[in-house]
């Protein structure tokens, strides 16, 4: 009796250890696939990535836009973040890209009006910057309620109204913690006056405003009817902050 015992305890002590081991195996099987895939994800990630950047500088080079101002990584920035708004179905105006380059004085020409579709540049035209952020060059930006300054990162443009400043443009922002509150700030694309080369020559230096991305008086019958009603409009700036912490890029 004993001997059939000790068989019986012997036999479930096996089958316990090769359940056991086979619970293991499904574990490390499971482990092992899960881990294979979250690495074919960041693989697939980078190539993406590799490939807007790509993509990007044939576009930069193709349209000579180092001749006009805009520097590379503004537009690679604005293309990456362009891209990935597309992508997810949050552009309706899909064919235009604007992009206010801030790490320029606003003595230049830096506001860039691109049709992604043809590769052209459509408008290239003043934009002032918030007098908060800084005289010539804009260098402290805000997101907060009367701050008085301007706010970087990615918006959608949405519709027109008339106001204080003629046509005016609402815009979106899409960075939280960065511009996310530029409908409650009435932050909008608008023409003034103190927007041109005309006040450039006479005080050297161009207007500024309560934080609005504002441009001459006389192009926003040109360029808000081209821009409204969603596309991607980008306020960039060198700022290491917000490069690596923009919801939009690393999204």
């Excluded at 250890?17 to 979250?38: D, F, P, V």
């Excluded at 540049?121 to 003043?126: A, D, F, G, I, K």
């Excluded at 441009?215 to 290491?240: A, H, L």
Aim: glycine share 8%; net charge positive; with cysteine.
């Amino acid at each position: 009796m004993k001997a059939i015992i000790f068989h019986s305890t012997k036999t479930s002590f096996v089958t316990l250890i090769l359940i056991i081991c086979s619970i293991s195996s499904l574990r490390a099987g499971t482990i092992y696939h899960n881990s294979s895939k979250a690495a074919a994800g960041r693989a697939a990630r980078r190539a993406e990535m590799r490939m807007i950047l790509a993509t990007a500088t044939l576009v930069y080079d193709e349209m000579d836009l180092e001749d006009s101002g805009l520097s590379r990584k503004a537009f690679e920035s604005a293309w990456t973040g362009y891209y990935k708004l597309k992508k997810k179905g949050l552009l309706r105006n899909t064919h235009i890209l604007s992009i206010c380059d801030f790490s320029q004085s606003s003595s230049n020409q830096r506001l860039y009006v691109i049709d992604t579709r043809n590769h052209r540049l459509l408008y290239r035209t003043y934009v002032a910057h918030g007098i908060n952020s800084g005289s010539a060059y804009a260098s402290s930006f805000s997101n907060r309620m009367e701050s008085c300054k301007s706010s970087i990162g990615f918006y959608i443009t949405s519709t027109t109204y008339n106001g204080a400043n003629g046509l005016s443009l609402r815009i979106d922002g899409l960075d939280k913690g960065f511009n996310d509150n530029a409908r409650k700030r009435a932050i909008v694309i608008h023409g003034a006056g103190y927007v041109s080369r005309r006040i450039l020559q006479k005080y050297g230096v161009m207007g500024t405003t309560f934080g609005c991305p504002a441009i001459p008086t006389e192009m926003t019958s040109q360029i808000i009817p081209v821009v409204k009603n969603g596309s991607c409009f980008f306020i960039y700036y060198p700022s290491k902050k917000y490069l690596a912490q923009s919801p939009v890029l690393n999204s």
